[in-house]
Each structure stands twice: as C-alpha cells, then as structure tokens.
C-alpha cells in the first residue's frame, strides 16, 4: 500500500509541475499582441533549414525558386536568406535535444523559416527518444497555427484548415505518465488565449477571402473539458462574424463527409485542435494528389515556418534516389511563404506555374526514380513556366 501511495505521489508531483508550466505558457501567450510587420523592416531574413534525409534536396531546390522569384530584393537588400544546418538527426541526438540550443537561436534569428522534414525518433530506431523537432520548433517559436489549403477545383473542393498547433494532446505529449505497469496517462490541453487566436486567425482569413463558412472541428461529446473549450470559444469569435456561417462537426463524421462528394463541397474553412488537424489536413491532401502535393504555413505573431507536409523519406538517401525527390510540397509552402511577408504577386505567379506545371501541362514527371526528371529539372521548368506566363 505504501508503494502504490508513493507511486502516486510521485505522479502527482509531475502533473503539478506539467501544468506550472502550462500556466506560465499561458500567461506569456497573452503578452504577445502584434503579428510581424514584415514590410516595416528594413530586412526580411528567410531561414532554409534542410532538415533530413530529403529535406536538403528539396528545400535547396526552393530556395533557388525564391530567389530567383525574390532577385530585385535581394539586390535591393529588403530580403536576404540564411542557411542553417543543425537540425539533422545525428545533430539533435548528439545533443539529446529536438532542437540544439545553438540551432535555436539561429532560427530565432530570422524572420520567416523553409523548413525540410525531419526525423522523428521510433521504438527500435538508433537514435534517443527526443522530441519532435517540429513540435518544439511550435513551442518554442510560438507558431500556434497551422494553415493547409487543399483546392481541388474539378472536384469543387477548395478547402483551408486552421489547425491549433501548440496544445491539445501535442503539448505535452512526451511526458505522459506510467503510473504503474497497468496504467498510462497522457494530456491534453486548452487554453483560453490559445483557443481564442487560432479561431480569430480562420475567421479574420474567410473574412479577407470571401469564403462563406467556417466549420469548427472536435470531439466535444466525450473530450467535454478541453474539446468543450475549443467549441465554445470559436463559436462566440464566430458571433463577431455575423456575415460567416458557423458550424460545427464532431471530428468522427468529418473524415466520412470529406469523402462525401455531396458533402464536402459544402466546407470552405476549417478550424480544429491539434490532433485531429494533424489527420484530417493528411486525408484532405489525398485528394489533391497526397502529401507531396501539399504544403504548410505554421504561423506564430513574430516568427512563422513553411514545410513540406512528408517525411524525410530516408530510403530514397540510402538507395541513391535522392536527386530524385519531388520539390512540389516543399515549392507550395513557398507559395504561402510568399503571400505572408507580402509579396502576393510572386506568390500568385509560383502557384499558377505550379498548377501548370504539375496538373495541366505536364511536360515533366517526377516520379522519385531516373524514370521520371530531377529534382532541379523540375525546378527549372517552373522557373521557365513563371517567365513565359510573366512575358
């Protein structure tokens, strides 16, 4: 008895100390007031951050789109980009760190991120079990939301997904409890502010973009505490919109109404927690053409990063296909990109040359191996498809 006593004692210590330090990420969440300016400054520094495996190849390969897009700029000086190299694997576990300290405060020194995947740490991998680099990347830079367009206009699919990125089951999801070798617990969790700016953030998007309809996402029937928050807090932002209809959907039924050709036509902007926008936003992409097709703006009030929405795909490294990998996700985000430190016609230029080169014209196929072009081939037909349509 004593022993069970102590046990849980001992648990109940270390969820006091989880949620001090969810107060005080609460509390500090709610001193930042003002989203970046980006044309105020007299530089915007963009950080290309390769990552793993094909993250390297991939995020070189955008880089040289926007620059190529951004040249005057950075004649003119107004843009300039930093290359920042820690964030391998080898790297981050060699410091036991998801991200190393020196690493961190180079991100910190830029402005805006195009970040390659990254490998995250499984049972029976080699490496320790740290943190996912994106995850902390989240907290630790604030970017609380995540933003995932998918349009599939044949389809009449034109969706946008707000996706809570700093709470819910991702907060503190590496330091669950083994209670004992009969139970496991993990958390969840919601705070007001954090509920607050990722709903103001969708409907102050479908206010700017004319979409009629935002949809709130959760499973507030059985999580009633956390989920229960997130509901009734998007829902009173969404009264301040009178002209958006507002409505909701238990996270279940989403994923069979998305495959509702009806249905989904329906939907134009999402907004949900963490999780379920972590599985919805892969679904979603499927019918773009998959992960590769898509990508992802994780934005925060000061600092905001751009990713591809696939893994590192390590194998096509170990089997000398890595020239090879598809650019296209990693090129979408720079689309996004773009458009968030304002530069909307580059960003509209990138995106029509990419939905010509990857879905009406076609003159280039990758397909990951020699049968299909390069990552860089595929880079130079975009950049020859956005001349030709600026001519």
Known sequence: MADEKQILDEAVEKFRSLMEAQLARAKKIKEDKE?????????IVIGICGGDGIGPVITKESERVLAFLLKDEVAKGKVTFKEIDGLTIENRA?????????????????????????????AGDPWPNVESANVAMRKELDLFANMRPVKVPKEGIDWTFFRENTEGGYAVGSHGVNITDDLAVDFTVATQEGCERIAR????????????????????????TTDGKFLKTAQKIGEEYPE????????????AKLIDPMRRKDFKVFVLPNLYGDIITDEAAEFQGGVGTAGS??????YAMFEAIHGSAPRMIKEGRGKYADPCSMLRASVMLLSHIGY???ADALEAALDKCMFEEKKLTITGRETGCTCSEFGDYVMETITEMTK
């Not at 036991?96 to 490998?119: F, M, Q, Y």
């Not at 969708?202 to 029937?221: C, D, F, L, P």
């Not at 703006?297 to 000061?302: H, P, T, Y």
Request: include cysteine; aromatic fraction near 8%; hydrophobic fraction near 35%.
């Open 35 to 43: 989203f970046t300016d980006y044309q105020a400054l007299d530089t």
């Open 94 to 122: 060699a410091c036991n760190k998801a991200i190393p300290d020196d690493v961190l405060e180079e991100l910190k020194s830029c402005h805006v991120i195009l970040k390659g995947p990254t490998t995250t740490p499984r």
């Open 201 to 224: 953030l969708a409907y102050e998007y479908a206010r700017k973009n004319k979409k009629g309809k935002v949809s709130i996402i959760t499973k507030a029937n059985i999580i009633k």
């Open 244 to 255: 958006i209809v507002t409505d909701d959907w238990y996270v279940d039924i989403t994923t």
């Open 297 to 302: 703006a994780n934005i925060g009030k000061k």
């Open 344 to 346: 909307q016609k580059e």
